[in-house]
């Protein structure tokens, strides 16, 4: 007969057997999680790599047919120029796309810069010729951020969570800019949750800077910058709520606005994080120079969008306040007392103040009030009012992308470590210390 073991015996084996199980599993279950994210994100460039071919058969096609000195000539062309030649039809909106299509390409294989080329461009470059009406972006090929809806494309904000689900329909900007006649025929790259000022996803990769590929372009419309910047579009929509916009011009050379906050319509438009009311994103574009960004609102300040999104302000263009030649009174300071300002920016600031003076305009000296309890208080603490676990659910499922991880670490650290680690560093880095006690969150 078979001995059997005492029942102390038994169960520290049990134990150590289920243990070992139930560690096993949880390996396992880890990397076939791993493993699924992995294959989402190998599918996005996939199609994204289909895409390319496809744009860039058709390109070739098209440079058999279209000598390469006509294109070049076009790619020199401001947007104000060029919109007027295809106005007047002595450049035909085929051209122009394709030329576009093709610079594009080579810009995104030096700086990936785009995730998405938009076949259906070329269902829309027939579409704009059978309209009765020429818009006033009539003809223009125009790029769009990420995580700007159009039919049938991913808005991703850089994300695993939303690969796989296309949008259902345009966003309302995307609809406007078709009924204005632009055409457009790039998504491009975005930081993972549109949360950082470099650009760089773990599902399409990191995005240079066009003029040094040492460089990040910025973030988070830096696929629009290194895009623009690089000749592969003339305008571009970009998103900005602390920098969005206006960080990646810095870096790229570029000229770009940041309206006021639903100037422009958000409907359509995803973001990785919602409920966030009191810091608003807002929709702008981005150009090579002035002129172009105040023709891009020109059209986009329509009947069409104040149609399709009722809470946009009903407050049209005003051409006579922008052409206007009259003195103006202009604020201007080089430094906040908060944020450090290089000499660069010191000396930019500068030398726009001596230009307006020359031009006839008053330029008055201010120091902005308040700006640390903005930051902390009003900025910081509303953003991170849950502490950051909206914020963070995001990468459920997902991979942090390397140059995300320091800002999500400092999340994840439990509020008590926050506090503690905020009274330590009180005494040398204040404002570290601010920011600690912000991502405690409001209770």
Known sequence: MRQLLPETELAPAAALALLCGSAAAVVVWKWLSKRHIQKKMEEARRTRDEGVKKMAKAVQQFREQVPSDKTDAILSLPLLELAGRLQEGSLSPR????????????????????????????????????????????????????????????STCGLVKFLGTPEQEDSVLVKVLKRQGAIPFAKTNVPQSLFNYDCSNLIFGQTLNPLNHQKTPGGSSGGEGALIAGGGSLLGIGSDVGGSIRLPCSFCGLCGLKPTAKRLSLSGISGPVNGIVSVPCALGPIARDVDSLALCMKALLCEEMFRLDPTVPRIPFSEEVYSSSAPLRIGYYDTDGYFPLPPCMQRAVHETKEALQAAGHKLVLFSPLHIHHVMTELFLKTFFADGGHAWLDVFTGNIVDPSLKPQVNFCRIPRLGKKMLALILKPLFPRMADYLNALCGMR
């Open 95 to 154: 051209t122009v796309l394709y030329t576009y299509i093709q610079k594009a390409l080579e810009v995104t294989q030096q700086t990936n810069c785009v995730q998405y080329f938009i076949p259906e461009c070329e269902e829309q470059l027939q579409e704009i010729q059978q309209q009765r009406e020429k818009g006033l972006l009539y003809g223009i090929p125009v790029s769009i951020k990420d995580h700007i809806g159009h039919e049938g494309h991913l």
